[in-house]
């Protein structure tokens, strides 16, 4: 049997860096070890530059809309109460209830439409 000499293994490996733009477009590139650091600076000044067409959240919208559509839900969900003569005074307003009843009860046929076609799509 021989005796195995260890030797040490210096050499330094460099980095291979691949980006695509999810198309046709695609990039790579080697960076040495001794650049890395030059590049992660040039790259994040690339990034940062990027970014500036970026919109910021407008949270105050986003809430606006959250309280709307959970108004919607509440709305769609109480039922609505036919009080009122058929004829004579207060008919108009009867009539109105009748319609808002007729549409919430549309709405939630749609509603569960919706649900079993998630939970269809869930499932396949």
Known sequence: ???????????????????????????????????????????????????TTLRKRDKKREKLRSEEAA?????????????????????RKRQRQVKAALKQQESQQKFREREEEQRKAQSS
């Open 1 to 51: 049997m021989g005796v195995v000499e260890s030797t040490e293994d210096n050499r330094q490996h460099p980095c291979l860096l691949r980006a695509s733009d999810g198309h046709k477009t695609k990039f790579s590139t080697r960076v040495e070890p001794g650049e890395l650091f030059k590049f992660h600076a040039a790259y994040g000044a690339l990034v940062k530059a990027s970014m």
């Open 71 to 91: 108004q919607r839900k509440k709305k769609m969900t109480e039922p609505v109460v036919l009080d009122g003569p058929k004829r004579g005074n207060g008919r």
